[in-house]
């Protein structure tokens, strides 16, 4: 305790011979100084304290936002985890099955055409269709596309579903 007493002292003495101002926010008059160094010492500050301010409202803005839209993520995650529950039930594991449903669970502008279960019959059918799915719906793509927060939120559950789904018909079907 003894040290941190005398390392601010040491501080403050070298602050007061330098003229270093006493806290941050304040501007602080020096003697002998000319009227046209303090008015030029007095703006720096002014506009240094003026970009700190701009800064701060601008970082608690992207807060904010950034809050608001953790809340909306929640609560869309609310309503449609039971809707992807819901179509995947039955066919977790099973590619083929998710892939020729994928249009019940889709919003109807990404432009997924329906597939039907027989044109996915062969191994090569498989991954071709799952290659235009994973494309449809990766969440990079989609948001590239100026989706919404319900769209982006569905093509991400979509996509871990059929993704777990592609390594489980790679591991027993491919090999």
Not at 68 to 91: C, F, P, S, Y
């Amino acid at each position: 305790m003894r040290v941190a007493s005398s390392t601010a002292n040491i501080v403050d003495d070298l602050s007061s011979i330098f003229g270093a101002a006493s806290s941050p926010g304040e501007f602080q008059e020096i003697d002998g100084e000319s009227e046209d160094r303090r008015r030029a010492r007095l703006e720096r500050h002014q506009r240094t304290q003026e970009r700190a301010a701009k800064a701060l409202a601008e970082k608690n803005e992207r807060d904010l936002q950034a809050q608001r839209e953790q809340a909306e993520r929640h609560r869309i995650a609310e309503t449609l985890d039971v809707e992807i529950k819901r179509w995947a039930a039955g066919k977790e594991g099973n590619l083929r099955a998710l892939l020729s449903t994928l249009q019940y669970v889709l919003w109807p502008e990404c432009g997924w055409q329906p597939v039907s279960l027989t044109d996915l019959i062969t191994a090569a059918a498989v991954k071709k269709v799952y290659r235009k799915a994973t494309l449809c719906i990766h969440p990079d793509k989609v948001q590239q596309k100026g989706a919404n927060l319900q769209q982006k939120y569905i093509a991400e559950k979509v996509f871990d579903l059929l993704k777990e789904a592609w390594n489980k018909f790679n591991s027993e079907e491919l090999f």
